[in-house]
């Protein structure tokens, strides 16, 4: 049995907004027949998310022209549970409101604005042109009873109960089989759908600063199922344990120093503190504390006073728990302390994340670093654009831990998600101006690189491998054309091999493009693989 995150409901108000489901046949931005991912099970974790701006009118009733974007804000919320229902959520925090305008409509008031919100879509595959929402029209407190009541039982996840108005914004399916909305109950509007410019990919956590004291320090923070629950069934402490035993295991031969020195099997409430010390084969240190609290939102003084002294130095912070309707998120991203230069990963790993964040944790990283003013270059944040599993939360965590330990064979943050459960749709935000590249070094002192060519045959299965020199910081496009089907792959500092790689667009034919940004100076590699029986194929490489 699955234990998801549910979100509890701490806050004294609810947000509203729905969305419908897009119809079979709907056109997508992605209708060339040349773009088709081949489907033969080689699915790539790095494109789980493509992030899309929606744009649409809305309108509703409230009962009062007092703050008016939070009656606007109430009914958005409705989002997160029906763009669950397509793999995806948007960021409520990055919402653009514009022509917000308010009249009276009987003992109401009608409001009506245009929106745009930043979405993580889930169905890469499937990106539409347009996007029908449909929204609950009554937002007075009267109004959100009485939807509640109506539609509690049938127009929500089908593994939801003891819905109400409270709670129903979370698991809210109007395209469910059993949902039939009176039209006086809601209103629909149909939003455009453009891809993002926030998308960015092959971007690599910051290894150099990770690791330039030599130490990697990992805070660990796992969150109860249930609130003062003490038994090793509960799903938090279980996940809680899985992850020391996994941490005993994965550092047992890395001279290992455990505090307490002996560590049992399941030691739940009677250890919410485990320190791990190890040292890697080259000198370099780990160092791991795993906390277990109830919910760090009640966690009391004692668990902020050493939040604060773990997170001035911490290289990755993962929590593990219920999001809290976003309370528990926000009263971590509240907490902590930071010093100028440090370099962190935040991990958020509970329920629709990605819809709970704001900038508060960006903002406190620029506020030390005056030559950070966005808070961006010290600061990568993590987060799900879907609902997180106690049973997983512990693995997430770990692979974080493994991929950053793996300092001889970086991974960008996409190969890290591969080894994540797919259904959390996992992202990083704030990656965009990482600097790390594998291989990288001092700008090169050469002539204006003028590209390449390669033509030739492939075989199925067979490989064809080239190299740039040491290319400057910029950006470089890697254009594949010819008959049958030959496949792209193109990786930055190292050979590319079949399951290591940046870029590998994989469709069907042997017409594919990878386009490269180098924040630093780097050797980009890539390489020609034969899927068809035999391809004739041209490589073109150059500055873009």
Not at 287 to 307: K, M, Q, S, W
Not at 396 to 415: A, H, N, W, Y
Request: net charge negative; with cysteine.
């Amino acid at each position: 049995m699955r234990n998801p995150l549910h979100i509890a409901l701490a806050l004294g108000f609810v947000f509203y907004v729905g969305c419908a489901e897009s119809e079979e046949g709907t056109p997508t931005i992605e209708a060339s027949s040349s773009d088709v991912t081949k489907s033969d099970g080689k699915d790539d974790s790095s494109l789980e998310a493509v992030f899309v701006d929606m744009r649409f009118s809305g309108e509703l009733l409230t009962s009062s022209t007092w703050n008016v974007d939070s009656s606007i804000e109430t009914q958005l919320l409705y989002t997160i549970g029906h763009l669950n229902g397509d793999n995806s959520v948007g960021r409520l925090d990055k919402v653009d409101l514009e022509n917000v305008q308010t009249e009276r409509d009987g003992e109401l008031y009608r409001v009506t604005y245009d929106a745009t919100m930043q979405v993580a879509w889930g169905k890469k595959d499937q990106i539409p042109a347009n996007y029908t929402f449909t929204l609950p029209k009554d937002l007075s407190n009267a109004g959100q009873d009485k939807f509640a009541e109506l539609y509690s039982k049938t127009c929500v996840d089908f593994g939801a109960s003891d819905v109400d108005a409270g709670s129903m914004w979370y698991y809210y399916r109007p395209a469910s089989y059993r949902c039939n909305l009176a039209e006086s109950d809601i209103i629909k509007t149909e939003a455009s759908v453009e891809i993002s410019s926030v998308n960015t990919t092959g971007k690599y956590p910051e290894y150099h600063k990770v690791w330039e004291d030599d130490v990697l320090k990992v805070v660990a923070i796992f969150g109860k199922y249930k609130d003062h629950a003490t038994s090793s069934s509960d799903a938090g402490i279980s996940a809680y344990n899985s992850f020391l035993r996994t941490m005993q295991t994965d550092l047992a031969q890395m001279s290992l120093v455990t505090e307490p020195a002996e560590v049992p099997y399941n030691p739940g409430v009677e250890l919410p503190e485990v320190v791990f010390n190890a040292e890697l084969a080259d000198g370099k240190r780990v160092e791991i504390v795993a906390l277990l609290v109830d919910n760090v939102r009640e966690a009391g003084p004692e668990f902020t006073r050493r939040y604060e002294e773990l997170s001035t130095k911490a290289d990755l912070i993962a929590y593990n728990g219920h999001a809290g309707l976003g309370a528990n998120i926000r009263a971590l991203a509240s907490k902590g302390k930071w010093t100028q230069g440090q370099y962190a990963i935040v991990f958020m790993n509970g329920c629709d994340t990605y819809a709970y964040i704001d900038g508060s944790l960006f903002e406190a990283h620029a506020a030390v670093n005056p030559d950070d003013p966005t808070g961006t270059k010290h600061l990568d944040l993590v987060t799900n654009a879907m609902p997180a599993f106690f049973r997983e939360v512990s693995n997430s965590t770990v692979q974080f831990i493994r991929g950053l330990m793996d300092v001889d064979q970086p991974k960008t943050f996409e190969q890290i998600f591969a080894g994540v459960d797919s259904s959390q749709v996992i992202i990083v935000t704030g990656e965009q101006d990482n600097e790390f590249v594998p291989g990288g070094g001092e700008e090169p002192e050469v002539e204006a690189w003028q590209g390449l060519e390669q033509d030739g045959a492939v075989a199925k299965g067979e490989e064809v491998r080239v190299e740039t020199p040491t290319l400057p910081a910029g950006a470089y496009q890697f254009v594949l054309s010819g008959d049958n089907d030959a496949d792209l792959y193109v990786r930055v500092g190292n050979e590319p091999t079949s399951d290591a790689y940046d870029c590998r667009p994989y469709k069907a034919g042997s017409e594919e493009l990878c386009v490269v940004e180098l924040p630093a100076p780097a050797k980009i590699y890539a390489m020609v693989q034969g899927y068809a029986t035999s391809s004739n194929f041209k490589l073109v490489a150059a500055p873009r």
